[in-house]
T-cell receptor
Framework: KNEVEQSPQNLTAQEGEFITINCSYS?????LHWLQQHPGGGIVSLFM?????KKHGRLIATINIQEKHSSLHITASHPRDSAVYIC??????????WGAGTKLIIKP | EPEVTQTPSHQVTQMGQEVILRCVPI?????FYWYRQILGQKVEFLVS????????KSEIFDDQFSVERPDGSNFTLKIRSTKLEDSAMYFC?????????????FGPGTRLTVL
């Protein structure tokens, strides 16, 4: 059984739409990360969460520890948001256990 | 802005050869990681390194793999005898000494192709 499950696997939306990507995990964690992988392969950390909600620009991340669930939202989506968004949970030595990612395409 | 660098960006090698992938973490960081991503698959944890020793390793990180921090700046991943299935993108990451508040910073990756 995968420890980190993301949905949807692929998401195509029109520019301006509100985007939600979901992540569920099966293990107890100290923190959950949302990362962005660009088409060229580069990886950027977006958020680290251990509780509640964080906001950075048009990105919002929430986590519900009891339900072992997190969401990443993008408001007023733009074609430059097109990327793979990955949820990962921290292991005992802060190593990341990764989900499979959600490929997001925003059409103009 | 400080960044993690990796060399080479692409390495092609023959099966059975040894390869060394190099990373220069951000200078004040204390935690170091190697991850790999086989084409079309998810990123997988290989090894974490702290205080000059391995703190955690995955099942993938068998005796063919080793890591070193030889000079206080470089962080290397060695694969002794490469196999075809070692072909992947290898990412190095580093983090400060505040794991509860900091995120990991990733290098651009080294694409390893084993022929």
């Amino acid at each position: 059984k995968n420890e980190v499950e993301q949905s949807p696997q692929n998401l195509t939306a029109q520019e301006g739409e509100f985007i939600t990507i979901n992540c569920s995990y099966s293990v107890g964690i100290s923190a959950l990360h949302w990362l962005q992988q660009h088409p060229g392969g580069g990886i950027v950390s977006l958020f680290m969460l251990s509780s509640g909600k964080k906001k950075h620009g048009r990105l919002i991340a929430t986590i519900n520890i009891q339900e072992k669930h997190s969401s990443l939202h993008i408001t007023a989506s733009h074609p430059r948001d097109s990327a793979v968004y990955i949820c990962a949970v921290e292991g005992s030595n802060y190593q990341l256990i990764w989900g499979a990612g959600t490929k997001l395409i925003i059409k103009p | 802005e400080p960044e993690v660098t990796q060399t080479p960006s692409h390495q092609v090698t023959q099966m059975g050869q040894e390869v060394i992938l190099r990373c220069v973490p951000i200078s004040n960081h204390l935690y170091f990681y190697w991850y790999r991503q086989i084409l079309g698959q998810k990123v997988e944890f290989l090894v974490s390194f702290y205080n000059n020793e391995i703190s955690e390793k995955s099942e993938i990180f068998d005796d063919q793999f080793s890591v070193e921090r030889p000079d206080g700046s470089n962080f290397t991943l060695k694969i002794r005898s490469t196999k075809l299935e070692d072909s992947a993108m290898y990412f190095c990451a580093s983090m400060t000494g505040s794991p509860m508040t900091d995120t990991q910073y990733f290098g651009p990756g080294t694409r390893l192709t084993v022929l």
